[in-house]
């Protein structure tokens, strides 16, 4: 095997803290299904499922999970990691790199050392190939944790309907003081942030395939049209 380092997949409880550590290697982290947030020096990005996040070689991290979560983890040599930059990054994937390390996972440990050379060799061409994700998931400076049911809630499950109201007595928190709260984590009110995560979901399903009309159900939507506005101006910002 001469594509990657290697690959391996972990689970994680919810609420479970990793302690800061680097790898030698470029880490590519890809979320089967869970939340967490990869924390880097003084910023931290929330990533959820069906993302990918680059981890560059020697760059000091932690993560913490707030939810149970299944991840692939693959490491990349010196290399290979000059596919991706020195900055870490946020990465949106295609329902066709999903489905083959799903098949890759499932399918290696009976593999031929032939079968693996040619998975790596497509996996790694089709890495090269996936979209960065807008910053819209990047939190700048320490998270207040009153924010953290929200970002979990919203991220898992985006609607564009959901409202700060929801949350008030769990977050233990006022809706004003909240929305203060996203404004300096995100630099965006609340709105703005639940909107941009509604429409990061909606490229994702899109590029997998989904039909418009169940995308804007799916997200809350009850206008079509007002739907396809919403992710056209998304798409083109």
Known sequence: MG???RQITKSY??????????HSEGQIVYIHNGCCII????????????????????LVHEAYFLQKSHLSIIYLDELKSNLFGSEPEQIRVTHLW???????ISRQSGMSTAELD?????????????????????LDGKI?????PIINHLCLQPNIKTNLDQFTYLCGASQRTLNRLFLST??????DWRKAIVMEKAQQLSNQGHKMTDIAYE?????????????NKFSSD
């Open 98 to 104: 999903a489905l083959l390390i799903n098949d890759f």
């Open 144 to 148: 207040d944790k009153r924010l953290l």
């Open 186 to 191: 995100f630099g965006m009110s609340f709105r």
């Open 39 to 58: 924390s880097i020096e003084n910023y931290s990005f929330t990533v959820v499922s069906g993302q990918m996040f680059w981890i560059p070689p020697n």
């Open 219 to 231: 997200l809350g939507y009850s206008s079509i049209s007002a739907f396809s506005t919403a992710l």
């Open 13 to 22: 409880q919810n609420d479970f803290y990793t302690s800061r550590h680097a």
């Open 118 to 138: 040619a998975y790596n060799t497509v996996l790694l061409e089709q890495l090269s190939q996936q979209m960065p994700v807008k910053s819209n998931y990047r």
């Open 3 to 5: 594509k990657f380092l």
